[in-house]
């Protein structure tokens, strides 16, 4: 069976630092990856998806950037962060073509301050 | 680009009462809905998902109805009970599936013992 695993679970960041977050996903071959962000008490808002290495499609110019160096491997970066990036981010997969169903990841919880 | 309305934004139920949560959508090409649960500090998870191709899924007290001509879909809890107090989110995607789910703004339910 799949999994799909986000790290870290919780991060602290200052304004102004850097960050780094990581996905991955298991039991599965060349996956569509998505980033999302959710803001407190709001709806998911795509960021970047990805139909395989090193192809990343960005919905929302902004800060933050995304790579994909491994088949099942996605990040989300930043080399600034503002105030305004703080929020729940939710990395999903889904087969590609046979099947549509996007399966969240357990997400990262980020606070910037 | 799809455009996804949900409503209403939220919502507060008897137990044993029935819930029913509504999404239109702008694009005639889409073709795949799913709904998402999202309990409070957790990832959204599929409860329920229905193709363009059918007109009505139930799956025990869960039930979702597709009127393709009006382009909206809908969601019916029955019997709801306290544990199905959550943020529902509806969405609905485009082939080729290529970043094209959209989400509504969700609905938080309350299910009031």
């Known amino acids: 069976s799949q999994t799909i695993h986000q790290w870290p679970a919780t991060l602290v960041q200052p304004v102004g630092s850097p960050l780094s977050l990581e996905c991955t996903v298991e039991?599965?071959?060349?996956?569509?990856l998505y980033w999302y962000r959710q803001a407190a008490g709001r709806g998911l808002q795509l960021l970047f998806y990805?139909?395989?290495?090193?192809?990343i499609s960005s919905e929302v110019p902004q800060n933050l950037s995304a790579s994909r160096p491994q088949d099942r491997q996605f990040i989300l970066s930043s080399k600034k962060l503002l105030l305004s990036d703080s929020g729940f981010y939710l990395c999903a997969w889904s087969v590609p073509r046979s099947q549509e169903t996007q399966y969240f990841g357990p997400g990262t919880r980020l606070l910037v301050l | 680009g799809e455009n996804v309305e949900q409503h209403p934004s939220t919502l507060s139920v008897q137990e044993g009462d029935s819930a029913v949560i509504k999404c239109t959508y702008s694009?005639?090409?889409?073709?795949?809905f799913p709904w998402y649960k999202q309990e409070l500090g957790k990832r959204p998870q599929l409860i329920i998902d229905i193709r363009s191709n059918v007109g009505e899924k139930k799956d025990q007290r869960i039930a979702v109805t597709l009127n393709k001509t009006a382009k909206h879909f809908s969601l019916h809890i029955t019997e709801t009970q306290p544990e199905d107090s959550a943020v529902y989110f509806c969405a609905a995607t485009i082939p080729p599936y290529l970043g094209d789910m959209r989400f509504g703004a969700g609905t938080r339910l309350t299910v009031k013992p």
């Open positions: 990805s139909v395989g290495i090193g192809q």
């Open positions: 039991g599965t071959s060349n996956p569509n």
């Open positions: 694009d005639s090409a889409s073709n795949y």
